[in-house]
T-cell receptor
Framework: RKEVEQDPGPFNVPEGATVAFNCTYS??????FFWYRQDCRKEPKLLMS???SGNEDGRFTAQLNRASQYISLLIRDSKLSDSATYLC????????????????FGRGTQLTVWP | DAGVIQSPRHEVTEMGQEVTLRCKPI?????LFWYRQTMMRGLELLIY????????DSGMPEDRFSAKMPNASFSTLKIQPSEPRDSAVYFC????????????FGPGTRLLVL
C-alpha cells in the first residue's frame, strides 16, 4: 500500500468554481503535511503546509483530519493559472524518531481550469 | 539567491551508454534527494543524503544506478549502462532539516534513452 493516496483526476472546472482535492495517508506516525504544486514540465513547488487546526492562504484552504488520516485542499474562485497537478505530501518518523527530511509524495491530482 | 541547479537539463543517449546527472543543492541545506518521475509511477525517491551521507538508497532501481555526494555542494547520479526504461525526468531536491522540511526542487533533467 502506498504511503499517500490521491484521486488522480483530472478535474476540469470553469473559472470561478470551487474545487476540492482529497488525500489519505497510511501511517499514523506522520508528522508534517504539505501540498505541492507542479506545473506542466516544471518541478514541484511547495504550495502550503497543512496544520492540524487547518490553514488558509488566500483562495486556498488546507485541512487535516488526523483521526481519519485525511488531508484536503480547497480552491475557491478558481483561476486559469491554478491549472496544475497538486501533490499531497507527508513525512514519516523513522525508528530513531527522526524524519531526516524524507517526504512521501502522492501521485498528484490534475486540475484544469477553463475559461 | 540561486535555487537547486541541475545539469544537464536534457540528455539523449543510446542504450548501454553511461549517463551522469549533476546537482548543486541550495547553499546551507543539509539534505539532498534524488527523485525520478514518470507518467506510470509518478514521483519516486531514489536516494537521499543527510550531511553528505547516504541515508536510504532503497529506491535505487538496481545496481546500474549509483549516487555520490562528495561534498555539501555537489552530488551525482550515474546510470551505467543505461536502458530505455530509464527514460524519465530526474529531479534533485534539497532541504534544511529543521522544524520545516520544505524541499526545494531543481528544474530536472529530462533523460531519453534510445
Amino acid at each position: 500500500r502506498k504511503e499517500v493516496e490521491q484521486d488522480p483526476g483530472p478535474f476540469n472546472v470553469p473559472e470561478g468554481a470551487t474545487v476540492a482535492f482529497n488525500c489519505t495517508y497510511s501511517n499514523s506516525a506522520s508528522q508534517s503535511f504539505f501540498w505541492y504544486r507542479q506545473d506542466c514540465r516544471k518541478e514541484p513547488k511547495l504550495l502550503m503546509s497543512v496544520y492540524s487546526s487547518g490553514n488558509e492562504d488566500g483562495r486556498f484552504t488546507a485541512q487535516l483530519n488526523r483521526a481519519s488520516q485525511y488531508i484536503s485542499l480547497l480552491i475557491r474562485d478558481s483561476k486559469l493559472s491554478d491549472s496544475a497537478t497538486y501533490l499531497c505530501v507527508v513525512n514519516l518518523l523513522n525508528v530513531l524518531g527522526s524524519t531526516l527530511g524524507r517526504l512521501y509524495f502522492g501521485r498528484g491530482t490534475q486540475l484544469t481550469v477553463w475559461p | 539567491d540561486a535555487g537547486v541547479i541541475q545539469s544537464p537539463r536534457h540528455e539523449v543517449t543510446e542504450m548501454g551508454q553511461e549517463v551522469t546527472l549533476r546537482c548543486k543543492p541550495i547553499s546551507g541545506h543539509n539534505s539532498l534527494f534524488w527523485y525520478r518521475q514518470t507518467m506510470m509511477r509518478g514521483l519516486e525517491l531514489l536516494i537521499y543524503f543527510n550531511n553528505n551521507v547516504p541515508i536510504d538508497d532503497s529506491g535505487m532501481p538496481e545496481d546500474r544506478f549509483s549516487a555520490k555526494m562528495p561534498n555539501a555542494s555537489f552530488s551525482t547520479l550515474k546510470i551505467q549502462p543505461s536502458e530505455p526504461r530509464d527514460s524519465a525526468v530526474y529531479f534533485c531536491a534539497s532541504s534544511l532539516v529543521a522544524r520545516e522540511e520544505t524541499q526545494y526542487f531543481g528544474p530536472g533533467t529530462r533523460l531519453l534513452v534510445l
